[in-house]
Antibody, heavy 124, light 109 residues
Framework: QVQLQESGPGLVKPSQTLALTCTVS??????????WSWIRQPAAKGLEWIGR???????VNNPSLTSRVTMSVDTSKNQFSLKLTSVTAADTAVYFC????????????????WGRGTLVTVSS | SSELTQDPAVSVALGQTVTITCQGD??????ANWYQQKPGQAPVVVLY???KRPSGIPDRFSGSISGDTASLTITGAQAEDEADYYC????????????FGTGTEVTVL
């Protein structure tokens, strides 16, 4: 059974950098055709896709965040990470990590495993 | 286009049928996946691809597609189906970004 667990500070000051790590257990982050995503959800709001990272290290980001987002993967630790710079109160949210699984050759991907989410509050 | 639009809220009587829709241009090219999210929990996929149900998801959940609109139907809604439901897909940009729908809150009366 694959499990994902987010970790990182729960409180970040405005203008600083939010840094989170997702540890994957029960499967290799390098295996298969998976990719690994970050998704966030402000309180009482919907899901916002932040970006995805492939085991090769290549990334695709949400254009609305791309100038502030860096994602990376550490296959030796079976982890992937998110850094979001210059945070403001608008970045306060529950941050989820998730595994993207291919549906078929043309059908896109879906998320089969998710972390439980970690609340990050941006406040001085 | 990268937008997926859902109705904000719907209600259904216990045991009755409810349909949630998700509209977006990208659905003409990509499947819609559907996620159920209960308060304080991570989303769980209930349908993916061509209306496939993961193991453990009851067969009262079904899907359909017509043009640019995907639908999730719950036939014989149960109290435990009360949750927020999100569709997701890819957009049709060069980078094939992931996108989530705006979400529908389902209340079982």
């Amino acid at each position: 059974q694959v499990q994902l667990q987010e970790s990182g500070p729960g409180l970040v000051k405005p203008s600083q950098t939010l840094a989170l790590t997702c540890t994957v257990s029960g499967g290799s982050i390098s295996s298969g055709s998976f990719y690994w995503s970050w998704i966030r959800q402000p309180a009482a709001k919907g899901l916002e896709w932040i970006g995805r990272v492939y085991p090769t290290g290549s990334t695709v980001n949400n254009p609305s965040l791309t100038s502030r987002v860096t994602m990376s993967v550490d296959t030796s630790k079976n982890q992937f990470s998110l850094k979001l710079t210059s945070v403001t109160a608008a970045d306060t949210a529950v941050y989820f990590c998730a595994r993207g699984v291919p549906i078929d050759a043309v059908g896109g991907y879906y998320y089969d495993y998710w972390g439980r989410g970690t609340l990050v509050t941006v406040s001085s | 286009s990268s937008e997926l639009t859902q109705d904000p809220a719907v209600s259904v009587a216990l045991g009755q049928t409810v349909t949630i829709t998700c509209q977006g241009d990208s659905l003409r090219s990509y499947y819609a996946n559907w996620y159920q999210q209960k308060p304080g929990q991570a989303p769980v996929v209930v349908l993916y691809g061509k209306h496939k149900r993961p193991s453990g998801i009851p067969d009262r959940f079904s899907g359909s597609i017509s043009g640019d609109t995907a639908s999730l139907t719950i036939t014989g809604a149960q109290a435990e189906d009360e949750a927020d439901y999100y569709c997701s897909s890819r957009d049709t940009s060069r980078n094939h970004l992931d996108v989530f729908g705006t979400g529908t809150e389902v209340t079982v009366l």
